[in-house]
Each structure stands twice: as C-alpha cells, then as structure tokens.
C-alpha cells in the first residue's frame, strides 16, 4: 500500500500537483524547456519539490543536451573532414569509438562528452595532441589560431582604408 504523501510544513493531505515549465541551460547557448513538477498544499501555501521529483526532470534533460552535443560536435567534425580515426589516435581513442557514438551504438562517459566539447570548442586541440602535446608547438598552434581569429575578425575594406587616408590627411593639413 502507498504511503499517503503528507505537506512536509504543516503535516496535511492537502496537496496540489502543479507542473510548470522551466528553462534547463545546457553549453553552448543550448537550453531545454522542460515541464518541472513540483507541490504546492493549499492548507499552508507551501510548494516546492517536497518527493524529489525534479531530480529525474533535470536529469533526463541533461542528458538529452549530452546527446545534442555529441551528435552536433561530430558533425562539425564531419562537415571540415577531420577524420574521426585521426582524432581517436591523436587524443588516445579506441578505434571506432566516434563512430560508435555517432551511431548510438554506445555511449561517452561524462569524461568523454566532456572532451568531445572542449574538441568542438577548441578543434585546434586536435592538432594539439597530434603533436604529442609538445609545450612549445602547442604554445605556436594556439598564438597562430588566435592571430589568424583576429586578423579574420578585422575589416580591411576599401571604405575603411579610404576613411583612414582622409584622417591622415587631415591631420597633416
């Protein structure tokens, strides 16, 4: 028989299961809308989560972001031709592990997903590890990638080269 659930504040049976949706913030700009259940008894006022119901809410939502970013970080490698092999034997891999996971076939552990984000992050890593993670290549590799970042980020057009001649000139007169 079902233990009656009771207000863990004032003691009655005077519950009311509300649900509610809630935004479930995930990394890189991804979130989850989920319906989160929680009580509220209409004795006292109180509510919240008094049986431990959300834990499997947020859980399950977790894990379905971990899934997103999985098969999004695999296809970002796909889509520039990063070899998935190439990435098992620079970080260490067993072969066909991506594979594997791309196909549902099994799961990364949280230290798998883990590395998957910061590789999707930052795929230079994987030209990191190529190398051994040698100090100083690993130093030029990073220095290189951001100067390239940077130098991609700026505008060279012929408006702003024309703007800054007649600022010069300007300031020569």
């Not at 949706?21 to 259940?37: A, H, Q, R, T, Y």
């Not at 590799?141 to 700026?154: D, E, F, G, P």
């Amino acid at each position: 028989m079902k233990k009656k659930q009771l207000c863990p504040v004032c003691g009655s049976d005077k519950l009311e299961r509300v649900v509610q949706k809630d935004s479930i913030p995930g990394d890189f700009g991804k979130e989850l809308v989920v319906d989160v259940p929680y009580v509220k008894c209409t004795e006292c006022g109180s509510e919240g989560d008094f049986f431990g119901e959300n834990d499997q809410v947020i859980e399950k939502a977790l894990s379905t972001l971990n899934e997103s970013y999985i098969e999004d970080a695999l296809n970002f490698f796909n889509e520039r031709n990063i070899s998935f092999a190439g990435i098992e034997r620079a970080v260490g891999l067993p072969q066909r592990t991506l594979t594997k996971w791309k196909n549902g076939i099994s799961s990364p552990t949280a230290a798998g997903i883990a590395l998957l984000k910061f590789l999707r992050a930052f795929p230079w890593l994987i030209e990191v590890a190529e190398h051994k993670f040698d100090t100083n290549i690993s130093q030029k590799i990073l220095i290189q990638t951001a100067l390239t970042k940077l130098v991609n980020s700026m505008s060279f057009n012929d408006s702003d080269v024309e703007k800054s001649r007649q600022t010069e000139l300007q300031y020569l007169h």
